[in-house]
């Protein structure tokens, strides 16, 4: 069975199988961290992510040492629950799953997901493996976070890598993470890191070729904190990968890899 607060917000709808999409990486509860300060900011997010197509949110708090787990878990839960009724309170059409987003440390995997299994992704399937959403430490290049991360799936983990792009290096280490990709870990890219100005063709080409060179092993995130500089939205991507991979993988990225994933 799953922890409680895993499935919160699940209501076992199968109408809602396929949804319009998904934001698996979003930073919309209240209070919590460095996202959305107040309820009354989390739920303009809820209704931006709603006009944009979005259905289906993942919250992902972050979990960053030094932390608290025990208390940064409980203050998730009163967020989650705070949320939760103020969504069904305003009539907002919005599922909201709980999860959140971990940075990487020498006991993350041998302690602290152990000792706390529902720090990993709300998974609605019992037989899936144990999935987890980390992110690395901001001057971590790539290259130094492959062994860490194969060792954590040898003890069983499915790893999201979350916005792999923005870690220093991310341009001359394509080749680690195809490498990551082959040895099945899945990678998160940021909707607004999607860019098409001059300046940032090569960053826009680069994240769209890791998408193409393994589609079903790919994601697109909002990683919102807020309304205005990083807002709750997906599609100002659209555009950049629909020229250059299609409308189909367009639905693959933000409809069917993610309602695989989370089995809803």
Not at 26 to 41: F, K
Request: proline share 8%; charged share 20%.
């Amino acid at each position: 069975m799953l922890p409680s607060d895993f499935t919160e917000g699940f209501d076992g709808d199968t109408s809602l199988t396929l949804p319009l999409m998904i934001d698996i990486h979003c930073h919309i509860l209240p209070g919590i961290d460095d996202g959305s300060p107040n309820l009354a900011t989390s739920l303009e997010m809820a209704r931006q992510a709603v006009a944009d197509g979005v259905t289906t949110i993942v919250a992902t708090p972050h979990f960053r040492p030094p932390v608290d787990y025990p208390a940064q878990i409980e203050a998730r839960k009163d967020a989650f629950a705070a949320l939760s009724a103020a969504l069904a309170d305003q009539n907002i059409p919005l599922k909201l799953l709980c999860g959140a987003e971990c940075m990487v440390n020498g006991h993350l995997f041998y302690d602290i997901f152990p000792k706390y299994p529902n720090l990993l992704y709300p998974i609605n399937d019992p037989e899936a493996p144990k999935t987890a959403l980390v992110e690395l430490p901001m001057d971590m290049e790539i290259s130094h976070a492959g062994d860490v991360l194969f060792n954590a799936q040898l003890q069983g983990y499915r790893i999201v890598l979350a916005h792999p792009e923005r870690q220093p290096g991310f341009l001359k280490d394509l080749d680690e993470l195809k490498g990551m990709l082959n040895r099945g870990i899945f990678l998160q890219f940021n909707e607004d890191d999607i860019l098409t100005g001059f300046f940032h063709r090569k960053m826009t080409r680069a994240i769209l070729g890791l998408m193409q060179y393994s589609p079903d092993q790919v994601f697109l995130g909002s990683d919102s904190h807020e309304t205005e500089h990083r807002p709750c939205k997906l599609t100002p991507a659209r555009k950049a990968i629909v020229s250059a991979l299609g409308d189909t993988f367009w639905d693959k990225l933000t409809k069917e890899n993610p309602a695989e994933f989370l089995g809803i």
